[in-house]
């Protein structure tokens, strides 16, 4: 049972951060904008978090530091996903060359930044946000030790945010006006809608959830930042179109790719698994492999927003 | 809409000229960046990220050459896959099978003669191929989207590598793939006579080869026509009686090919450079996208671009002399990249000046290649 447990513990670890991100990115692609840039983005937003933490943990309350963190990741992922705003809506660039460019950026400069500030390219920082048991939840039979052990008090804000962003999308005018952009703006453009601010409120909050996502996916993963988030930004790319685009599928679909992750990662501290002996290899290529065979069954069924990555002229026929 | 206005030349200079103002800013910030960070190094700096490829003279601009070589493979390989509208992303899986495939040949195959390094090769672009090719039949007859398609094969691809790496061609000892045996190295064709002393070899003068010839498939043939007419307008292919899910498919292959090959090049040198089988995206891989993007995904401008992002990547190297990160280069080219995806502003501003003096009887502007 245990390690049943640990497996659970372990899958909200790797799922969370990617139903974060893929959520930033709904946001982003419904309102018709395509942004590549969330490994950037999530690099940019993690690394100016981890480095208030690596500075200021000692100095005050671990909550306190904890949500500092948060607010600065979420910030600077904003301020980052601002540039890609201008470049694919003001000026209509090409979505996917600024993404690129700020993937690279992104990287590049917060090891450039790293090494001026401190020597080093890694950033560490004490894990001092694990909660080992929350008071009353943690001490239920069976689902206590499944979600509310060993867990991280941003596995919940994960989940406010899915639900949340599910209400959001669907059952308000904001929504409403949103998802008609990534549809037809020229439409929404007509009925008053303004196409050009919808579409940097779906960006920015894509910058939000991406340096949100960063940070949490670095806080469990590592202790020596090192400017790289191990292509989940990627991912997150990938949940959100195996999601289809809905976010009660994107946290399936998350929930999927981190269990297979888990598996992966776990597998030789599970009696069972350990025992088949199928290589190593095998396990690791697990949860890509699983992920193209479920693209292949449901992609054709669902083509995404259809103005997503198109930049929106306003006098185009 | 243009008819009307008078002559206006379908081709000019404005891509250039976009991608050298884009080049232009990109140096400018990086050398506001080293001035900021450390003023009294900034001078010796920026001296050495504008001159620092010719660290050496011509062994410094020899080595340019060999960086680049991978650069342009990957370059090419992209940027067709782009001129068939397919974002190939697949580069890190397709670097490294293929330049697994290419060791394994040439490590483990006793072949005699030049077949000692060009089956190797061959090896690498049919590796390549093979693993942009699922991606290829995934997109066109499933429609499963491209890029996740090759994102996902990225790491297969990659676990796939190191596997094979550590079964097969492992070098316990030293934790990399073991060496290349000497005469299934790729020979220097004259290039060690013209760079003394560096690691440039015949695989610069491939990869410049495989530019042409990409160039004159792409510009000069119906197959090429076919390849384009697909990312143009998919629909209109079809009815016009291309096949273009056949398309789909070869332009992956093709793509990943040229990528695959640039995985060979790499590794089969002589200059020390071994798979570590660590669980790493090849980040050579991903190169290739930057490249085709500044280049307007043009093959000749494609060579251009990656010798000079190589240039800069030496460059870079030297500056830790100065204690400056070598990530400069990186933020320089991504602000280069950037400002070029501007291109289309700077374009159409050049365009509607040109609308505006043509009719007045002046002649538009220079005819002349397309860059």
């Known amino acids: ?317 | 809409m243009k008819r009307l206005h008078g002559p206006v030349p379908r081709r000019n200079y404005t891509g250039l000229l976009a991608s050298l103002v884009a080049i232009v800013i990109g140096l400018l910030l990086g050398f506001l960046v080293l001035a900021l960070c450390n003023p009294p190094q900034a001078a010796n700096g920026i001296k050495t990220l504008m001159l620092g490829g010719f660290t050496g003279g011509m062994k410094g601009l020899g080595n340019v050459l060999y960086y680049a070589t991978p650069i342009i493979m990957t370059g090419l390989g992209v940027g067709l896959a782009f001129q068939t509208s397919l974002f190939n992303i697949g580069g890190p899986g397709q670097f490294i099978v293929g330049a697994v495939c290419s060791l394994f040949v040439a490590i483990r195959f006793n072949l005699p003669g030049p077949l000692g390094w060009i089956v190797p090769l061959l090896a690498g672009m049919l590796g390549g191929a093979l693993w942009a090719l699922l991606p290829g039949l995934l997109r066109a007859h499933l429609g499963v989207n491209i890029v996740i398609a090759t994102i996902m094969m990225n790491y297969i691809g990659m676990y796939l590598a190191n596997h094979i790496v550590k079964q097969a061609i492992y070098d316990p000892l030293k934790g990399q793939s073991q060496v290349v045996p000497a005469g299934h190295t790729l020979p220097y064709a004259g290039m060690d006579k013209l760079f003394p002393g560096s690691m440039a070899n015949i695989g610069f003068l491939i990869a410049v080869v495989m530019a042409v010839i990409v160039y004159i498939v792409l510009n000069k043939t119906t197959f090429g026509f076919e390849l384009k007419a697909c990312g143009k307008n998919r629909d209109a292919s079809r009815y016009a009686g291309i096949n273009e899910k056949r398309n789909i498919v070869l332009s992956m292959m093709i793509s990943g090919a040229l990528i695959g090959l640039g995985g060979a090049l790499m590794y089969l040198s002589s200059a020390g450079k071994y798979i570590k089988p660590v669980d790493v995206l090849a980040a050579e891989g991903f190169n290739g996208i930057p490249v085709a993007l500044l280049a307007s995904n043009h093959p000749v401008g494609i060579i251009f671009t990656a010798v000079f992002i190589a240039y800069m990547q030496v460059s870079g190297f030297y500056m830790q002399t100065y204690r400056f990160s070598p990530e400069i280069v990186n933020i320089i080219i991504s602000v280069i990249i950037y400002f070029s995806a501007f291109a289309l502003v700077i374009r159409n501003a050049v365009r509607s000046f040109q609308l505006r003096s043509a009719p007045q009887g002046k002649p538009a502007a220079k005819g002349g290649k397309k860059v």
């Open chain 1, 1 to 317: 049972m245990s390690s049943f447990y640990f497996l659970c513990q372990q899958t909200m670890i790797f799922f969370v951060p990617l139903m974060i991100v893929a959520l930033g990115e709904l946001f982003s692609e419904r309102s018709g904008v395509l942004n590549i840039a969330l490994e950037g983005i999530m690099v940019f937003g993690g690394f100016w978090g981890i480095l208030f933490v690596s500075k200021f943990q000692a100095s005050m309350p671990v909550w306190l530091c904890l949500a500092a963190a948060i607010v600065i990741s979420m910030a600077m992922g904003m301020l980052l996903s601002l540039l890609h705003a201008f470049a694919s809506i003001n000026l209509k660039a090409d979505q996917t060359i600024s993404s690129t460019a700020l993937n690279t950026f992104s990287t590049a400069f917060c090891i450039f930044f790293a090494r001026v500030v401190q020597e080093v390219e890694q950033v560490s920082f004490k894990n001092t946000f694990r909660i080992d048991k929350i008071p009353l939840l943690g001490d239920i039979p069976v689902i206590g030790p499944m979600l509310f052990q060993n867990a991280y008090i941003t596995t919940y804000l994960g989940v406010a945010i899915l639900l949340v962003s599910s209400y959001v999308l669907y059952k308000t005018r904001f929504g409403l006006r949103l998802r008609s952009c990534g549809e037809n703006p020229q439409a929404a453009d007509s009925v008053g809608i303004d196409v050009y601010r919808m579409r940097y409120t779906g960006v920015l909050l894509s910058g939000a959830l991406g340096g949100l996502g960063g940070l949490v996916y670095i806080i469990p993963s590592t202790t020596m930042f090192n400017s790289t988030v191990a292509g989940y930004g990627f991912l997150a790319l990938t949940v959100l179109v195996f999601g289809q685009w809905k976010p009660s599928r994107i946290f399936f679909a998350a929930l999927f790719f981190g269990l297979t992750k888990t598996i992966a990662a776990a597998y030789s501290g599970i009696p069972f698994l350990l025992g088949l002996g199928i290589p190593d290899t095998i396990y690791k290529m697990l949860p890509y492999i699983a992920t193209l065979l479920v693209l292949t069954i449901t992609s054709s069924r669902s083509p995404g927003p259809a103005a997503a990555g198109v930049p929106y002229d306003k006098g185009a026929r």
